[in-house]
């Protein structure tokens, strides 16, 4: 099979691809055909135009495309970032712009300078230090509170000798010695260091030495210090590395001692049955142990007489504890004191013993009187009269004395009085009443807890009434009692429907008629005693 190009006439044509079949080895054979040309056309005119022209604008549907997707130019982009200007470089000097360093510190000349001179509050350098000097008195170069040495210590000799214990040694000149290596006398004008740590490191005296240091501590933290005044006396302190130390001194066995603490008390002991103790804080404390013998009095006070030169208060023993307390708050107190003597307790090791007059404070009795002495008033125990407020405080209740029954014997008491009572004080003042009768009078003689009522009758006293009013001089808290007696035949002679009663309040007592008056002008008297509660 060829292939041969012809056109329409049949003859071979340069534009038309024909396709012929035929044999070629039979002549005569028929041709067969084909006009590519015509069929490449019709093929041609079906396809679409991309197709022949490869052309993107003869695509159909084809995107809108923006230029720079054909351009590739950086300007045909559009929303382009807004690119600021070029960085510089920062200046310290700048004050604006981009080239400035905003809240930079304000640095001192001496930040840039580097140099000692710039700096502000140097330090005062003092000149440089130079060698001291003994013998120099001013300046750098004199030595502060050096010590006077002695006639020895200023040698400058070759020295004699050393000592040694109790002994000098044998390269000691035998002036001033009795022997070789013993001093028989030294006086030291300068100053002399013990350094020893012996029990008797420095003995003054022989059997029984005048003076003993004992030095012998394992480990010494404390010392004492005599000190001379020029005042005249003599000082010992205690000395320690510590900011407070203790100085104590001791009698030998259980004599007693004293005790100055570091932190302001002062103890002192009296054997080892009793001791005082004075506190910066809680005063002064006396405490007694257990004695034995008789008398057993474990706190003895001795006063002594003397003559006197005026005429004022004698007080042989003054406590005076006439300060005020001030409470720092409110507070509700059951009991305050300002002196107190608590109770002892008394024991016997085996049963039997007796004790017939037991007291927790003893009074022999007031003060005697001796020669060319006369006493008016004689007490055991005197309560003086006294103001008790001194400022805007309120006393609902006083009393001079005051006895409360205890619990616990077969029989309790609160005051036990062996003797006659002489009461004292204001006496209450009265007011007759219609019971007195027109014109009637009331007197009172006596003393605040008793005395006489004498009542005088006017005309026409009226029965069961108020003959006289008593006003106590000083009221009682919740009342009070008065118990009466004839004092005469008349009052004595009242009975029945004339007796005359009596009774009490807490300001006023009162005298009242029977339902049968007294008689008129006729004088009655009454004893009576009065009890407040």
């Known amino acids: ?28 054979t028929k041709t067969l055909k084909f006009y590519m040309g015509r069929l490449a056309d019709y093929l041609i005119s079906k396809l679409a135009p991309i197709a022949i022209s490869g052309e993107y604008d003869d695509l159909s549907g084809a995107p809108v495309l923006s230029a720079v997707a054909t351009s590739g130019a950086y300007s045909d982009l559009n929303g382009k970032p807004t690119i600021p200007a070029a960085q510089v470089s920062v200046d310290w000097n700048s004050v604006s712009g981009i080239s400035a360093i905003q809240n930079k510190p304000s640095l001192a000349t001496v930040a840039t300078s580097g140099a000692y001179s710039d700096l502000s509050g140097k330090p005062t350098i003092p000149a440089a230090q130079v060698n001291s000097d003994w013998s120099a008195s001013s300046g750098a170069t004199a030595i502060l509170n050096k010590p006077t040495l002695g006639s020895l210590a200023a040698l400058s000799a070759a020295p004699a000798g050393s000592l040694t214990g109790t002994t000098l040694n044998a390269t000691v000149v035998t002036s001033s010695l009795t022997s070789l290596g013993t001093l028989t006398a030294l006086n030291v004008s300068g100053i002399a260091n013990l350094s020893s740590t012996s029990a008797t490191a420095l003995k003054v005296g022989g059997t029984n030495p005048a003076l003993t240091v004992d030095a012998s501590a394992a480990s010494l933290v404390a010392g004492g210090l005599i000190t001379g005044t020029a005042s005249g006396g003599v000082i010992y302190s205690a000395t320690s590395t510590s900011s407070g130390e203790q100085a104590k001194f001791t009698g030998k066995g259980t004599t007693g001692y004293l005790t100055c603490s570091s932190f302001g008390s002062l103890e002192m002991g009296i054997g080892s049955f009793a001791m005082i103790s004075a506190f910066n804080t809680y005063g002064i404390q006396f405490t007694a142990g257990g004695g034995s013998g008789n008398p057993n009095t474990q706190f003895y006070f001795n006063t002594q007489g003397g003559q006197l030169y005026s005429a004022g208060q004698v007080q042989n ?30 024991n016997s090791i085996t049963t039997g013993s007796v004790i017939t007059e037991a007291a927790t404070f003893n009074i022999e009795g007031p003060a005697k009187v001796g020669n060319g002495v006369t006493i008016t008033n004689d007490y055991g125990v005197l309560v003086s009269t006294s103001a008790i407020q001194s400022g805007t405080g309120v006393v609902s209740n006083s ?116 339902s049968a008056a007294l008689a008129a002008a006729t004088t009655y008297i009454w004893n009576y005693k009065i009890t407040g509660y």
Not at 7 to 24: E, I
Not at 321 to 337: D, R
Not at 426 to 445: Q, S, Y
Not at 480 to 492: C, D, K, L, Q
């Open 399 to 514: 009393f001079a004395g005051g006895f409360f029954a205890q619990t616990g014997a077969v029989k309790n008491y609160a005051l036990r009085i062996v003797g006659p009572i002489l009461s004292g004080g204001t006496a209450a003042t009265a007011a007759a009443g219609t019971g007195a009768g027109t014109g009637g009078t009331i007197a009172i003689g006596g003393a605040s807890q008793g005395g006489t009522i004498t009542v005088v009758t006017g005309t026409t006293p009226s029965a069961s009434s108020v003959i006289g009013t008593l006003t106590h001089p000083t009221a009682y808290p919740n009342g009070s009692s008065i118990v009466i007696t004839p004092g005469n035949a008349a009052a004595a002679a009242l009975s029945g429907t004339s007796q005359v009663f009596a009774a009490g309040g807490t300001t006023t007592a009162t005298l009242t008629s029977g």
């Open 317 to 346: 023993i003054s406590l005076n504890s006439a300060s005020t307390m001030t409470y720092n708050g409110a507070f509700a107190v059951s009991s305050q004191m300002t002196s107190r003597v608590a109770q002892q307790t008394f």
């Open 1 to 28: 099979m060829r292939y041969d190009e012809y056109d329409d006439s049949g003859a071979l044509h340069d534009t038309d691809l024909a396709l012929v079949a035929r044999d070629p080895g039979t002549p005569g």
